[in-house]
C-alpha cells in the first residue's frame, strides 16, 4: 500500500485539475502589451494544417483573455459562452505570426503562432453573447445519426450518442429521444436516407428545435487478422453528418468523415470501436460549425428569410429591387412560385430588429409573423 499511495494522490490531483477551468498561468509565453492588448506565442495541433492554425488561434485567445475568462467561470452558462466566443477566436487577434508549420509522423499537423489578443474585445464579445444568451435562451437541437454496422440497423447511434454528450455538456438543450414516437424514428431514418432535409425539418419544427443534426455512420468488416496466433475481427467506419437551421432548413455545416478502424476479437467490438474513433472525429467539429453558427445568430448577424404571399411577378421583382434599399439589408437573393416571393436577406441584425426596420421603411409591408430568423408578411395594395 505505501508505494501505492504517492501514485493515488498524484492521479487524483492530476483528476482534480483536468476539470479546473483553465486558469491565467495555463499558456506559455505571454507577454503584456499594454491594458488592452496581450501577446501570446502557442503551438495549435489539428489533422490538417487549417484546423492546426485554428486550435493555436483559440489557446491564443483561451490564454492572452485567461485571466478574465477564469473570473467568469462560476457564471450561469460559463461553458457554453466561453466556447462560443473560443469558436470565433480568429475576431479577437489584431495581429498575428505564423512561427513554424510542422507536418507529423502520422499525419497530423503542429502550427506554431504568436498573436495578439485584444482582451476589451472579449470582454466585449463575452457580454454580447451573455445578455443575448439571457434573451434567447439556450438553443434547441434535435440529433439523429441513422447508423448500421454491415447492413443492420443499431438502435443506439455511438456517433450521434458521442455527439449529444458534447452538447450537452456545453451547455445546449436537446430533444429528448424519449419523446420521439416510433414512427418519428421511422420518418427520421427514411428522410436521411433519402437526403431530404425538409422531412427532418418538419420533425425538428414539431418538437422546437432550433437546429438539426442528420447524417449517417456505418462500420463494414475489413476482414480478420492473424495477430500472434490469436484471430481479430476488424472493421472501418465512416460518418457523413450534416447540420440544419430548423426555421429555413439552411445547410450550416456538412462534416465528411475519415475512416477509422476497430479491432477486436469480438466482431460487433471491433465495430464499435471503429465507430467510437469516427464519433471522437466528428462530434467536436460539428460543435464547432454550431458555435460559430451560435453566435453570429447571437450577435444578429446572418441570413433572415422574408416570405411574402399573395405577389405577382410584377410586385415581386419591385419588391426585390426595394428591399436592397433597407437599412440593415446587406444583399438580397429571392425566388417567386405560387404568388409567393421567398427572399433571403444578408442583415447585420436579427429578424425581430429587421421587421421593424422593415415596417417603418417600407409601408405597403404588413408583418404578419416573426421567429428566429424568418419574417412572414403580405403586401397591401
Known amino acids: 500500500m505505501s508505494r501505492l499511495w504517492p501514485n493515488a494522490i498524484i492521479l487524483l490531483c492530476l483528476a482534480a485539475a483536468a476539470v479546473l477551468p483553465a486558469g491565467p498561468t495555463a499558456a506559455q509565453d505571454v507577454r503584456k502589451i499594454n491594458d488592452n492588448l496581450v501577446e501570446v506565442t502557442v503551438t495549435g495541433e489539428g ?83 451573455t445578455n443575448m444568451l439571457a434573451q434567447m435562451g439556450r438553443p434547441k437541437i434535435m440529433v439523429f445519426i441513422n447508423e448500421q454496422i454491415g447492413s443492420e440497423t443499431v438502435a443506439n447511434s455511438t456517433v450521434q450518442t458521442r455527439i449529444e454528450n458534447l452538447l450537452l455538456k456545453n451547455g445546449f438543450v436537446l430533444v429528448n429521444k424519449a419523446q420521439l414516437k416510433a414512427i418519428d424514428q ?93 464519433a471522437q472525429w466528428v462530434a467536436p467539429r460539428v460543435q464547432r460549425d454550431i458555435l460559430q453558427f451560435w453566435q453570429d445568430a447571437l450577435a444578429g448577424r446572418g441570413e433572415v428569410q422574408l416570405h411574402v ?46 421587421a421593424e426596420t422593415l415596417v417603418e421603411e417600407m409601408e405597403t409591408l404588413e408583418i404578419t409573423d416573426v421567429s428566429q430568423n424568418v419574417i412572414k408578411a403580405t403586401l397591401a395594395d
Not at 513554424?100 to 504568436?114: A, I, L, N, P, Y
Not at 425538428?204 to 443534426?213: D, H, W
Not at 487478422?225 to 447540420?243: D, M
Open 47 to 129: 489533422a490538417d494544417e487549417d484546423e492546426a492554425l485554428r486550435d493555436a488561434l483559440r489557446k491564443a485567445v483561451e490564454a492572452g483573455a485567461g485571466s478574465f475568462i477564469y473570473s467568469q467561470s462560476e457564471v450561469k452558462d460559463f461553458v457554453l459562452v466561453r466556447d462560443t466566443i473560443l469558436a470565433r477566436a480568429a475576431g479577437f487577434i489584431q495581429k498575428r505570426t505564423v512561427l513554424s508549420k510542422t507536418e507529423m509522423e502520422d499525419g497530423t499537423w503542429q502550427v506554431r503562432v504568436k498573436a495578439e489578443v485584444s482582451i476589451q474585445g472579449v470582454e466585449d464579445a463575452w457580454g454580447v453573447v
Open 186 to 278: 421511422k420518418d427520421l431514418a427514411a428522410a436521411v436516407a433519402e437526403d431530404s432535409p425538409a422531412r427532418v425539418q418538419a420533425i425538428a419544427k414539431r418538437f422546437g428545435a432550433q437546429l438539426f443534426i442528420a447524417g449517417t455512420a456505418n462500420a463494414a468488416s475489413g476482414g480478420r487478422r492473424n495477430i500472434g496466433g490469436v484471430t481479430f475481427e476488424t472493421y472501418e467506419a465512416e460518418a457523413n453528418v450534416k447540420c440544419y437551421r430548423s426555421d429555413t432548413a439552411q445547410l450550416l455545416s456538412s462534416i465528411p468523415g475519415r475512416p477509422m478502424r476497430g479491432v477486436d476479437r469480438v466482431w460487433r467490438s471491433a465495430a464499435k470501436k471503429a465507430l467510437d474513433a469516427e
Open 309 to 354: 404571399e399573395g405577389l405577382k411577378f410584377k410586385s415581386y421583382a419591385k419588391l426585390k429591387k426595394a428591399l436592397k434599399t433597407v437599412k440593415h439589408v446587406k444583399d438580397v437573393t429571392g425566388k417567386f412560385h405560387n404568388g409567393v416571393g421567398e427572399f433571403s436577406l444578408q442583415s447585420d441584425v436579427n429578424a425581430q430588429t429587421l
